[in-house]
């Protein structure tokens, strides 16, 4: 995992195939008999990461400077330690550098904790107050959205169904179909809450009936799969058996923010199976909720609905029964 001779480094694939199994490790960073002892720790279940450097006697932490970071003390029966870690799931890989960069300081450059943790701060704060090129949310949604793309390839062909994924050109839902619409909302919370974007997303168009596919994705380790391996599965797809639909399927990459280049080596897997949900019996907000006066004026609403333990709507488009990531 670790080479003395290179810097404490943990590479990000050990750390997610145990975050992926759920399962905790420790990672030693620094010699035995050094001081301080420095781990890198997948802890709480397997759901966290954190980095752990020993105190001295009368030591102390160092004050967290930024919001999405957490250092605390620790101790077991023979020594003290300062943990440093996140709470914000959607920095996590990124974290993960941070805390080899504070660790490689340490172990390899001789700085205290306190010198090690500022000079990294400096360095990385433009890296920390700026997401990655696509936010988490958007990278599990685009995620769902190919994975629905390519079930649905098998009952309409691969033609259609590219046609068919209208999200990407600003169209109120992500596919139309044949006499129905769909939404689809991918989360990595162990409950299926999903963000609604506008009032009428949840809305369905006069004559068509309007579905909400429910996804639920997790750390998949080494079996999972990431974003790009998922839009290569699908471009491959298309190149092969729908050639002329290629150039279509690029542009609705790009427009959901994909790009080939883009940071990626986080894999998913499905946490449970596709739900699927008529809009008609969800609760959500649309324009009949607003006051008369109010409709021409509010032109923008986020919210959050609990679909947790809905049961499935009876008779759901039976094109996505066969669901999988590509």
């Not at 996590?92 to 205290?112: E, K, N, P, T, Y």
Request: net charge negative; with cysteine; proline share 7%.
């Amino acid at each position: 995992m670790t080479d003395a001779s290179s810097g404490p480094h943990v590479a990000w694939t050990d750390v997610e195939y145990y975050l992926g199994q759920g399962q905790a490790t420790t990672f030693p960073l620094s010699r035995p008999g050094a001081h301080p002892q420095v781990s890198y720790v997948v802890e709480h279940g397997g759901r966290d990461i954190a980095l752990h450097v020993e105190l001295d006697r009368h030591g102390r932490a160092p004050s967290a400077t930024l919001p999405t970071i957490r250092i605390d003390r620790i101790a077991d029966p023979s020594r003290r330690y300062a943990r440093i870690r996140t709470d914000r799931a959607e920095l996590i890989r990124d974290f993960h550098d941070f805390l080899c960069a504070v660790a490689d300081r340490i172990v390899m450059h001789g700085r205290s904790l306190d010198q090690a943790y500022a000079e990294t701060i400096r360095a990385w704060s433009a890296l920390l107050d700026r997401p990655r090129s696509l936010s988490l949310e958007k990278r599990i949604g685009l995620i769902g959205e190919l994975g629905v793309l390519s079930t649905l390839s098998n009952e309409y062909g691969w033609a259609a169904a590219v046609e068919s994924w209208t999200g990407p050109d600003g169209e109120e839902h992500d596919f139309g179909l044949p006499g129905y619409d769909l939404e689809v909302k991918t989360t990595a919370s162990e409950q299926r809450r999903h963000t609604i974007h506008g009032i009428n997303q949840l809305t369905p168009a006069p004559s068509r009936s309007l579905w909400l596919a429910s996804l639920q994705v997790t750390r998949g380790g080494t079996d999972g799969r990431t974003l790009a391996e998922c839009a290569r599965a699908v471009r491959a797809e298309v190149a092969e058996h729908a050639p002329a639909s290629l150039a279509r399927l690029d542009r609705q990459l790009t427009a959901s923010g994909w790009s080939e280049v883009s940071p990626d080596d986080e894999r998913w897997t499905l946490r449970s199976p596709l739900l699927l949900l008529d809009a008609d019996e969800l609760p959500r907000l649309d324009l009949s909720v607003l006051p008369e006066v109010a409709r021409g004026r509010i032109s923008s609403v986020t919210y959050v609905l609990d679909v947790t333990h809905l049961p499935a709507s009876p008779q759901p488009p039976s094109a996505l029964a066969d669901f999988r990531l590509p």
